[in-house]
């Protein structure tokens, strides 16, 4: 019998271990919206990776997901498309996702009721929950510009678009000077008085018709305003949830059994903060850079559907 000899060199290679994969807080519902995927003012990359930090039973996407209002064939940066990638993996492992169309995604409305596997195209979804029924719908439904000037409202979602590209050159200039950033969009709200009315219409409405229909809860976005608040109607008290948004507050709605209904704030989570992507691309980055041929395909794969 042969014994084989190992020749070990006195100085082996030292093989960097790879860093320890976060652990996924486990959530039964998270709820996102206004991401407006195809602008300048989505964070995608910092959606992305709270989307990976998180363990979600069911995933609500309450509107304004993909702003096709002003999507441009010019502008579809890969970090977006690993969102939508991401997301139909989510799906294909069994999360129940649910896309809510809003007003910068109106054009999904007329496919209302469309599923595929786990995820279903929907105007208005109710979660029956064990701290009380939860309604959900974006809201630009109380909107009065979108209701009777939607031109109105179109020129001034592109208006806004521009004020998110000046305040980004703003911001890189504060950064040189090492003075804090600035949110200019927030501050124009906060200043005008007709803005903070209109924003506790929306809520009081909101409120109003969720106690008519006997809902413990409803949640929006629409507005860009993440809140948690009670408010009391002629019906009782309703909980109004609003979930913000992935352009000038990064905020979602988590809902566990234990805490109930929480806001969740990017931007003080210590686990993002330091997060640091410095790992080479993965396959579904690289696909994300693909060719559209090879996009779609990845997409119908995601969604066990043969092209």
Request: net charge neutral.
């Amino acid at each position: 019998m042969s014994v084989a000899t190992v020749l070990v060199p006195e100085n082996p290679p030292v093989v960097p271990a790879r860093p320890a994969a976060r652990r996924k807080r486990r959530v039964q519902v998270a709820v996102i919206s206004d991401v407006h995927l195809g602008t300048y003012g989505c964070h995608a990359t910092e959606l992305l990776r709270y989307l990976k930090s998180i363990r979600p039973q069911v995933l609500v996407l309450n509107g304004d997901i993909v702003d096709i209002w002003q999507f441009s064939k010019n502008y579809w940066p890969p970090a977006h498309m690993r969102v939508v990638r991401y997301l139909a993996g989510l799906a294909a492992k069994g999360v129940k996702i649910h896309y809510l169309t809003g007003n910068h995604d109106e054009l999904l409305r007329k496919f209302a009721g469309l599923k595929l596997g786990n995820f279903r195209l929907d105007n208005k979804l109710v979660l029956d929950l064990p701290h009380g029924r939860t309604w959900l719908f974006h809201g630009d439904v109380f909107d009065v510009t979108m209701r009777h000037s939607r031109w109105l409202a179109k020129l001034g979602g592109h208006g806004y678009d521009l004020l998110i590209l000046i305040n980004r050159f703003v911001n890189y200039l504060l950064a040189k000077l090492g003075r804090p950033r600035v949110a200019l969009s927030k501050l124009v709200k906060e200043r005008v008085k007709s803005a903070v009315s209109a924003v506790s219409n929306f809520e009081e409405t909101a409120a109003a018709i969720a106690a008519d229909e006997g809902y413990r809860y409803v949640a929006c976005g629409h507005i860009h305003q993440p809140e948690i608040k009670t408010l009391h109607t002629e019906k009782g008290e309703v909980i109004y949830l609003n979930s913000g948004d992935w352009v000038e507050n990064l905020t979602a709605l988590e809902y566990t059994a234990e805490a109930g209904w929480q806001l969740y704030y990017y931007n003080n989570d210590p686990a993002m903060q330091q997060a640091v992507e410095t790992e080479a691309a993965d396959a579904a980055e690289e696909l994300a850079d693909a060719n559209p041929a090879q996009l779609l395909e990845g997409l119908l794969a995601e969604f066990k559907i043969k092209a």
